[in-house]
């Protein structure tokens, strides 16, 4: 018989019914994902931008509690992983796709076209085993694409640009890039995650100002935009701190 399955009918059922929580709590994301397609139904990118906002969050913290938990250990049957891909793929990918298509931010073929690649291209993604490295960077463009189009409507681009970022995006899903992960790169993680949340008050001040937001704002999140960016690119001497 697999430990796991040993650890789970020894686990008392205190201890399975708070695991069984964290599964929930992640699930929540999808309710999340939910309201913020309506909101962009409605047109109401703000809104929409803060339930994904609240998704993010979720996202951000339920692996830690998780792991603090030993929830694989102590309730198998549910996959953690599977749930997370699951609610990523609705906030991180379909609701932005559909914000590209239906926002004016191009013509409608190219918003066609790079909603398509978004979805095609994240969807092979997050089927990929080896979407991270041994030293737990991702491995390719990680298809956050809630932050992309955050972006697009922070900072007023042409139609031609904003596709171009987009199909240059979907085909570095599939180079041996590395883009780091804020919560598991050890690699200056202090400073990620310094800089994660300085990122999470700033975009909160674009999204209560509907994207109006004051310079040093949109200056700010440009900046620690292009720090998550190149982050993986810079080579270091050893693979953690």
């Not at 069984?20 to 994902?33: I, K, N, R």
């Not at 996959?79 to 906030?91: A, H, M, N, P």
């Not at 681009?157 to 883009?179: C, Y």
Request: hydrophobic letters at 60%.
């Amino acid at each position: 018989m697999p430990v796991s399955s040993k650890l789970s009918e020894a686990a008392p059922p205190v201890r399975q019914t708070l695991a069984f929580a964290v599964h929930v709590f992640t699930a929540t994301g999808a309710v999340f994902g939910l309201l913020a397609l309506m909101s962009a139904v409605r047109g109401d990118w703000a809104t929409m931008f803060a339930w994904l906002g609240a998704a993010l969050f979720v996202d951000g913290i339920d692996g830690s509690i998780a792991r603090r938990v030993k929830v694989v250990e102590v309730l198998p049957r549910w996959s953690g992983e599977i749930l997370d891909l699951v609610v990523d793929y609705l906030t991180y990918v379909l609701v932005p796709a559909f914000a590209v298509v239906s926002a004016g931010l191009m013509p409608f073929w190219m918003a066609i076209i790079g909603s398509a690649a978004i979805l095609l291209t994240s969807a092979l993604y997050f089927a990929d085993t080896r979407m991270k490295t041994d030293d737990k960077y991702f491995q390719g463009f990680p298809s956050v694409w809630n932050l992309v189009v955050f972006y697009f409507f922070l900072v007023p681009l042409p139609g031609w640009a904003i596709f171009a970022i987009i199909l240059a995006l979907s085909a570095a899903t599939f180079l041996p890039i590395k883009f780091v992960h804020p919560f598991r790169v050890v690699r200056l993680r202090w400073l990620t995650l310094l800089l994660m949340s300085v990122w999470g008050v700033l975009a909160l001040i674009a999204v209560l100002t509907d994207f109006e937001a004051p310079r040093w704002a949109s200056i700010g999140l440009c900046a620690i935009a292009l720090y998550f960016l190149l982050f993986g690119l810079v080579p270091s001497r050893r693979k953690t701190l």
